[in-house]
């Protein structure tokens, strides 16, 4: 037992569990590997055996240059912090919205509503093409949705056009809430995800955040339809980037069975049927990999790049692929994230609902920019939570791993939760307390930005711990063969992260269709003790998924249904 961790009694390797440093005890994953072929990471971390383990071709993602893998994340980050300000940003401006097109706040509500409808829904659509054809032909799809989207917006006449300009932008905001986590998985070792899943949410915090101050001031000095206009723009000058410099980064690879087989037909002067595929499909200046007389790809040219079909990833079903989000959503992992991650942002997303009913109204009598001027709490502590909770989560995981003998386990992701369950308490009941006291402006705002940076120093865990828990259905063993342990994980994790967001998407739409109405009957501090009372309540389902994570894992592991059902045919 590793610090509570209970150890499982069934299997001697849980899958999730991996060898981060290089110390003589090798998990049984690798043990089948001769150690020469564990490649290793550089620099300072050149004791750390990579996770998951890449080919040797130089199409492979896991291969690209750092700066590559940086400029892609960047652009779809950019992407994703405009999708997270497009919803809330008209919120400083519903009063006058509202009066514009003839129709009360809580209707005006009602529509921010359908759209986190339509984000959830939509994603049954992109996400089986997401995993069937890859991920690029699905960031360009939602990019010109958005750009088409945010014109039809600005020139809608009223409110039923309006409302169909939101809900068309909300299919295409979808895949900004997936992918860019999938993407990470493409590019990025065990090693390196929890920085990089912090920029990610860095980007769509700060957009959530930073677009509402900033549509203040365009509110009150162009009018809310520039708002639009200025995604618009944006969306503009992402689309080409995102179609020029956002390679295909899902990958096929090679199972250890095949590279090892490959590596034995070499020793013996034998040629193997992959290295005499690899020889009939690139002929031309072939190389061979030193470690396993592999014949690599040939890198392809950047215009070979910008094709928008490169293969079909798996063959499985696409009935299949629809219902394995059914039966993901109950694994404890999934359900436990859906709960915390997904209690938190919706309860913030009621904030950006109620802010111009509480702040325009007596004691505060903010105007529409002033209203705006709140979002720059939640901007600036989200933005220092994103910066310090990736790298202290990666830091935490290799601190413990080293404790650990270099065994590496998901439930290592967990503690930094500690942190974020105290400041989103301070956020929430601290915010209900002073709107009811009325207490001075500042009270209010900074309780506003704890309950965001909560959730920003909470995201890095739950994504982390739900991406590395679930390798069981990934095990050589249920791999077909030309299909590696790596690529299997990666398509899992599309299922991972499409049901924990989903789940919340549905769950925002039902609290923020009727928020408005709860907030006039039972007042703010009643509604916000509510909320932290249930934040409270799932943040304490850590606890025993730290103790008993292990062994849940393994049970997963051990079914024989889910094994078959999650096979990749």
Request: glycine letters at 8%.
């Amino acid at each position: 037992m590793v610090w509570g961790i209970l150890e499982d009694k069934h299997m001697d390797h849980v899958p999730g569990t991996v060898l981060l440093a290089d110390t003589t005890e090798v998990p049984t994953e690798y043990r089948a590997v001769p150690r020469e072929l564990l490649k290793r990471g550089r620099g300072r971390n050149a004791n750390i055996i990579l996770s998951p383990q890449p080919s040797d071709s130089p199409n492979d993602p896991l291969n690209w240059p750092t700066w590559r893998k940086d400029i892609i994340l960047t652009i779809v980050g950019l992407s994703a912090a405009v999708v997270g300000a497009y919803g809330p940003m008209l919120s400083p401006g519903f009063v006058e919205i509202a009066a514009d097109l003839d129709i009360t706040v809580n209707t005006l509500s009602q529509a921010t509503a359908w759209v986190i409808l339509l984000i959830g829904l939509s994603l049954f659509i992109f996400n089986p093409i997401a995993k069937k054809i890859g991920r690029r032909p699905v960031y360009a799809i939602s990019s010109i949705i958005m750009l088409t989207g945010s014109v039809w917006g600005a020139v809608s006449q009223n409110y039923s056009s309006f409302l169909g300009s939101r809900i068309y932008s909300g299919v295409g905001m979808a895949p900004y809430e997936v992918l860019v986590q999938c993407t990470i998985a493409d590019m990025y070792f065990v090693h390196e995800r929890a920085t990089r899943i912090a920029i990610w949410n860095m980007f769509l915090l700060c957009g959530i955040s930073g677009g509402a101050l900033i549509a203040g001031y365009i509110i009150e000095d162009q009018g809310w339809k520039w708002t639009l206009i200025w995604c618009g723009i944006l969306f503009g000058i992402l689309l080409p980037l995102v179609i020029f410099f956002v390679p295909e980064t899902a990958y096929r690879r090679q199972s250890w069975e095949d590279r090892l087989m490959a590596a034995t037909a070499n020793d013996s002067g034998e040629e193997s049927p992959e290295k005499k595929g690899a020889a009939v499909e690139y002929s031309e200046n072939p190389s061979v990999a030193p470690e396993t007389g592999i014949q690599m790809e040939k890198k392809d040219s950047f215009f070979r790049s910008l094709r928008f079909y490169s293969g079909v990833y798996t063959e499985t079903p696409l009935w299949k692929i629809f219902l394995r989000p059914m039966v993901i959503f109950w694994y404890p992992a999934v359900l436990w994230a859906f709960l915390l991650y997904g209690a938190t942002l919706t309860w913030i997303v009621v904030f950006s609902v109620v802010n111009a009913v509480i702040f325009t109204a007596p004691p505060y009598n903010f105007s529409v920019s002033e209203t705006g001027l709140i979002s720059l709490s939640p901007f600036l502590l989200s933005l220092i939570g994103e910066l310090i909770s990736g790298p202290m989560n990666d830091w935490v995981c290799l601190k413990l791993a080293k404790k650990n003998r270099g065994i590496y386990e998901p439930e290592f992701r967990l503690p930094p939760i500690i942190i974020s369950f105290l400041i989103g308490v301070a956020g929430f009941f601290g915010f209900g307390a002073t709107v009811h006291y009325q207490t001075h402006w500042s009270g209010p705002v900074l309780c506003f930005g704890l309950a965001n940076m909560s959730l920003a120093f909470s995201n890095a865990s739950v994504f982390g711990y739900v991406i590395d828990a679930h390798k069981e259905l990934s095990e050589e063993g249920i791999v077909i063969p030309r299909t590696s342990v790596c690529e299997f994980v990666t398509n899992l994790i599309i299922y991972l992260a499409f049901v924990a967001i989903n789940a919340r998407n549905l769950l925002t739409f039902g609290l923020t269709y009727f928020v408005n109405d709860w907030l006039a009957r039972d007042g703010v501090l009643a509604v916000f003790n509510v909320l932290g009372t249930v934040f409270v309540i799932v943040n304490a389902l850590t606890i025993p998924l730290w103790i008993y994570g292990k062994r849940i894992r393994s049970y997963i592991a051990r079914n024989e249904t889910l094994r078959r059902f999650m096979h990749e045919d």
